[in-house]
């Protein structure tokens, strides 16, 4: 099959790679889309995380099963699933008190398992999950980015008719964005330099959208608020949008970190200390699977306006990866697998 292999830091190649093998309990996927994340981003330009020890690339795609293994129950040739790349251990400590996501014996698809950047993938019958008739599979290329979003406002302090800023408006950005305000936030500053992106912040429900650039963001937000927001996410990743962020929350507030940092920051632990505002990491989704495929399926969510591109898998470098470098228009880039 043709996959995307990681080799190092601007290095991705599309070669003939070996399909994995169908083993009992896994069913074999015909994938038809597979996203490009934050995270491809940063291994792109950075290299390797630490923990990859597989090199066909993708953690968020979708597909149609082809082929079932023994004692497969869960699936059916022919379903269209979208797939959760996460495979913990289930008996460490973290996954026995229900903390799948910060497992640290477990692997993950796309990164110590053949991904979905690939025209086929073989996964366990537990991580597929089935799309409704009415649901794109585009859409289920997306359950995996928007349930990211869903995790980090449901472990977040927010509460309905709170208010929210969230600092970056990329795919996660206008991903969390939607989830805030499903939760009932009733009043949404979206920071982002691109002016397209403001323009999207904006459709999906923002109720100011502020270019950094050009204003005093935290001016703005005390101005516009009771003395800051109740809860601010943080999807750039820069230390702009750290030192930017805390200060513009509300004493007691809280400061939720869901995007992956290149590089360390300067910090000052006094901008958190007298006003007790909390500091908190969102990694990954928990057991999200079902109720974000609902919430896409319905609409509550718009998955399809933060897609930009659909690109072949042998575009991938330079109309996907490169292209994300340079334009901040784009957003959520597909690889489509059918397409050449």
């Known amino acids: 099959m043709k996959a995307a292999n990681f080799y190092g830091a601007k290095d991705i190649r599309i070669e003939e790679t070996a399909v994995p093998s169908l083993e009992s309990g896994m069913v074999k996927i015909k994938v038809a889309f597979a996203g490009i994340c934050g995270s491809d981003m940063h291994e792109y330009l950075a290299g390797a995380y630490p ?17 079932v293994g023994e004692g497969v129950s869960k699936a059916n040739v022919g379903d269209r699933v979208a797939v959760e790349p996460l495979t913990p251990c289930g008996k460490c400590t973290n996954c026995k008190r229900g903390y799948f996501n910060i497992c640290k014996l477990g692997g993950s698809y796309g990164y110590t398992k053949s991904g979905g950047f690939a025209e086929y993938a073989v996964v366990n019958q537990e991580n597929v999950y089935l799309l409704p008739d009415q649901m794109s599979l585009e859409l289920g290329a997306l359950v995996e980015p928007t349930s990211v979003a869903v995790h980090a406002v449901r472990t977040s302090q927010l509460r309905l008719g709170d208010t929210a800023a969230i600092f970056g408006a990329g795919p996660i950005g206008l991903l969390v964005l939607q989830a805030v305000k499903a939760a009932g936030a009733s009043e949404i500053f979206v920071v982002e330099v691109s002016d397209e992106r403001r323009k999207k912040a904006l459709e999906l429900g923002a109720t100011y959208v502020l270019n950094p650039m050009e204003q005093d963001v935290r001016s703005f937000i005390l101005d516009n608020t009771e003395g800051g927001v109740d809860v601010a996410y943080d999807a750039a990743g820069v230390e702009a949008t750290l030192s930017t962020g805390i200060v513009s929350i509300r004493p007691g507030g809280e400061f939720k970190i869901v995007s992956v940092w290149e590089k360390p920051v300067s910090f000052s632990p006094n901008l958190i200390v007298s006003p007790e505002v909390k500091v908190s990491g969102s990694f990954a989704y928990n057991n999200l699977f079902p109720e974000v495929i609902r919430l896409l399926a319905r609409g509550v969510i718009n998955g399809n306006a933060v897609i930009t591109s659909k ?30």
């Open 51 to 67: 923990f990859r020890t597989h090199s066909v690339w993708g953690h968020e795609f979708s597909g149609t099963v082809v082929e």
């Open 311 to 340: 690109i072949a898998l042998d575009h991938l470098v330079t109309e996907g990866l490169e292209r994300l470098t340079n334009d901040r228009s784009q957003c959520k880039i597909l690889v489509e697998m059918s397409s050449h």
